[in-house]
């Protein structure tokens, strides 16, 4: 074998024992996960108010493993009759998910919160969410994808993430 065809073949060993940079074509990698958690501090008063809510869950989602997500939430509630009696408002929210390895993902996301039915029944929170950035791993993330929040009566939350990193 030439001295050449070693060293390319050495090169490429070396590139696939220590993990070369993922090609263009591997991104997005996927953020999706779920998880279960509490809403608390909600300050919603009733129809045409602005008011704050606190989101904290437990993840698990693939490419980050075993996380915590901390969401604050302004909801603006305009009383949208939701066609079952009850009420939808539109949301924002903006956090960060804090993963084992003790990297940050800063998202935010835009939405609406409704009754599942008549007034006083648990809700939904359907939202888009945005990842600008976060630290360690993740200083300059981006990306985004569907977020999905059940909260019932007791203000337990399941928490469903479904999209991924575009860089």
Do not use: W
Request: proline content about 3%.
């Amino acid at each position: 074998m030439s001295r050449l065809r070693l060293l390319v073949v050495g090169a490429v060993l070396m590139l696939s024992a220590f993990g070369a940079a993922p090609e263009a074509s591997a991104l997005p990698r996927a953020l999706s996960g779920n998880g279960s958690g509490t809403l608390s501090n909600d300050t919603c008063p009733g129809s045409g108010a602005t008011c704050t809510a606190t989101l904290n869950a437990n993840i698990v989602a693939k490419f980050i493993g075993k996380s915590t997500l901390a969401l604050n939430l302004v909801i603006v509630t305009s009383g949208a009759d939701n066609g079952s009696g009850g009420t939808c408002s539109t949301a924002t929210g903006s956090g960060q998910i804090n993963t084992a390895n003790k990297s940050t993902i800063t998202l935010n996301t835009v939405g609406a919160i409704c009754n599942i039915g008549d007034s006083g029944t648990p809700m939904t929170y359907n939202a888009t969410y945005f990842i600008s950035g976060g630290t360690l791993h993740f200083p300059a993330a981006a990306g985004t994808g569907l977020f999905a929040a059940s909260i019932d009566s007791g203000n337990n939350v399941i928490v469903t993430l479904s999209g991924g990193f575009i860089k």
